[in-house]
């Protein structure tokens, strides 16, 4: 170690140097990161590797920045011990020629909107396919219960307008499915898939949500109580239709990129 300088004392847990009783009563629980990823430039030591620690504890990778490899090392150590991972990035972010390097990471400038639209897609049908699974199980549950359920002598499941019911929701399901395999093969053909996943989203989730109505309405009272699953599912699935993108939002853009489409087509 070069003369005068001082060994850097390990790095404090940001959660020990706090208040036993913000541990105890779950405060810092309600600022959880995890599956998220935090940059701190700075990172070699002070504040900024205190940061950094503070953000892996918090649940999050952390990738760090700053002019010496050597500290990055240590802090990045600090983050793994947290039971985070860390990305190292030696770079002087003072210096216009160096920040290239975080960029190579990060991404180049004013582009985020363009590689978030990469994912947009993907991340609507894995919501799509989950909330679909818990629509199945609505549905399965409902046909359990309409099927031992005698009404007026007969089974429930026997009933025409408790057939109408059924019917509507095998055909939503199908009517689902097909249209995540559109988007899928559009997406696995190398396409954004803006279109074929925001029609399979708004259909979906629109879909998602009568399914799981009309199996409560199949189970009776036992469909609103908390003694079958369907009522939790009702209350889980609602909000799909709001985020995401809610379904006015994806008419609006549906509809837009049809009109375009037509425009471009005409003026070919």
């Given at each position: 170690m070069p003369a005068g300088t001082r060994a850097r004392a390990p790095l404090p847990s940001r959660r020990s140097g706090c208040p036993s009783g913000w541990v105890r009563d779950g405060v810092l629980d309600l600022y959880r990161l995890d599956g998220r990823v935090g940059i701190v430039t700075g990172a070699g030591w002070g504040l900024g590797a205190d940061f950094a620690v503070a953000l892996a504890?918090?649940?999050a990778d952390v990738v760090l920045a700053a002019r010496r490899a050597d500290r990055l090392a240590t802090t990045?150590?600090?983050v793994e011990a947290a039971g985070r991972r860390a990305l190292v990035v030696p770079a002087d972010v003072a210096d216009p020629d160096q920040c290239g390097v975080l960029a190579a990471v990060l991404g180049e400038v004013?582009?985020?909107f363009r590689y978030v639209q990469v994912r947009l897609g993907p991340a609507r049908m894995t919501h799509v396919m989950r909330w679909l699974g818990a629509a199945v199980r609505a549905h399965e549950t409902a046909l359990d219960y309409?099927?031992?359920?005698?009404?007026f002598g007969r089974s429930l499941g026997d009933h025409g307008l408790?057939?109408?019911l059924i019917a509507e929701n095998e055909i939503d399901l199908a009517a689902t499915r097909a249209l995540l395999d559109v988007a899928r093969a559009a997406l696995d053909g190398g396409s954004l898939a803006a279109q074929e996943t925001s029609i399979a989203k708004t259909f979906g989730a629109e879909a998602i949500g009568r399914i799981v109505d009309r199996a409560a309405q199949l189970c009776g009272g036992l469909g609103v109580s908390a003694d079958l699953p369907v009522a939790r599912i009702a209350r889980e699935v609602r909000p799909f239709r709001v985020y995401d993108g809610p379904s006015e939002v994806h008419r609006f853009a549906i509809a837009n990129r049809a009109v375009k489409a037509e425009r471009q087509r005409l003026g070919a």
């Open positions: 504890e918090a649940g990045a150590a600090a004013d582009e985020g309409v099927t031992s359920r005698s009404v408790a057939q109408h």
